[in-house]
C-alpha cells in the first residue's frame, strides 16, 4: 500500500510545555488509522498541524508525496477535516453551512448544488435542509459538521472525536458512515479516547500519550505487546500497561 501522508519529527511546544513530540506516522492509503489518547495526550494539535491550522514549532507533514505546507493550494482540497469543536453557524440553514464550506473548494452552480443535497443525504439531514443550525440537537450538529467536510470529495478524511456528547443513534450513524466512506475508497483519521470505537473501525490503532506516540499496531497486534493470551486483554488495559494511566476516567 502507498503512502498517503507521513509526518517527520513533527513537533509543536506552547511554551515550554511540549505538546507534540516529534511525531513520525505513516498513514497508507486505504486505512481506518486510530489515534487513541486521553484528554490532553496531543491528539487535536496533531490534527490541527496535519490539516495546516497549526503551525509546527519543527517538522512537517508530506501529503500525496509533497511537503503539505508548501503545497496547499494544490492538496488543500484531497482533505476533509471534521474538527472536534463544531464549526458551524446557528444562524444559517442546514444547506447553507454546507454550501458556505463546499464553495471554498471553488465548487460552483449546479455542482454545488447537487453536492449539498449529497452532503445532506449522506448525514440523514436531507429533511432538515432547511431549518437554522442552531435548532439542532448535538448529534444533528455534528453530522451537520461532517456534511460540511465532505461536499468536495476528499482522499483523507480526518474525524477529531466526532462522537463526544451524542447520543447512541447519532454515534452509531457516524461510525457506520465513516465505514463506510472507507469502503468507497476514502482514507480515515479517526481520533478518540473511546477504545470500543477504535476498536471496532480502525484497521490500525497508534496509542498516543503525552505528545508520543506509544505504539502502532493492528488492535491484536497491541494486546499481543503485553499479552501472549490476546483474548483476555482490552485495549484499555494494554493502555493501563503502557502508560500507567486509565484511558478515561469514568
Ligand atoms: N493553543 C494552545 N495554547 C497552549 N496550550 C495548548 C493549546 N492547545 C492545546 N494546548 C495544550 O496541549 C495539550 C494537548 O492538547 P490537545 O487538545 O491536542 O489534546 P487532545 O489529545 O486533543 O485532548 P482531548 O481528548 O481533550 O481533545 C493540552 O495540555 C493542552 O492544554
Ligand atoms: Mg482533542
Known sequence: MAVLLKTNDLTKKYGKKMVVDNLNIEIEEGEVFGLLGPNGAGK????NMICGIVKPTLGNVEFMGKDFQKNRKELIDKLGFIPQELAIHG???AWENVELFTSLYGIKGAELKERIDESLEYVGLIEKRNDYAKTFSGGMKRRLNIACAIGHHPKLMIFDEPTVGIDPQSRNFILDKIKDSNKKGATIIYTSHYMEEVEAICTRIAIMDNGKIIATG?????KKMVKDDISSITLEEVFLTMTGKKLRDY
Open 44 to 47: 487535536s494539535t496533531t490534527m
Open 91 to 93: 444562524n444559517l440553514k
Open 218 to 222: 493492528t488492535s491484536d497486534e497491541l
